[in-house]
């Protein structure tokens, strides 16, 4: 059974950072692509990010490149998300999504950033 556990976020003010972490668990971690997304209330979920099987990362949304790096440790089956110089607008809940027969989702993070 695939299992996806983000975990990481909280109450942080502008300029400060996180570091998201979704364990991940129910299959071969190591030959899947894995993602992030963020959903701001009464918006669409937005790719943030993703990073392939054998480690290449792209960061998706213009408003995060240079500021969000996708990671992953294939021996802790975990991929993860450091946010730095964080802004009010990056507020969402945070969701790891496994790149497999169209997709699996974890239940979410919050990040609320304060000014």
């Known amino acids: 059974q695939v299992q996806l556990v983000e975990s990481g976020g909280g109450l942080v003010q502008v300029g400060g950072s996180l570091r998201l972490s979704c364990a991940a668990s129910?299959?071969?971690?190591?030959?899947?692509?894995m993602s992030w997304y963020r959903q701001a209330p009464g918006k669409e979920r937005e790719l943030v990010a993703f990073?392939?099987?054998?480690?290449?990362?792209?960061n998706y949304a213009d408003s995060v490149k240079g500021r969000f790096t996708i990671s992953r440790d294939n021996a802790k089956n975990t991929v993860y998300l450091q946010m730095n110089s964080l802004k009010p607008e990056d507020t969402a809940v945070y969701y790891c999504?496994?790149?497999?027969?169209?997709?699996?989702w974890g239940q979410g993070t919050q990040v609320t950033v304060s000014s």
């Open positions: 129910g299959f071969i971690f190591s030959n899947y692509g």
């Open positions: 999504k496994l790149l497999w027969k169209g997709g699996y």
């Open positions: 990073i392939t099987s054998a480690g290449r990362s792209l």
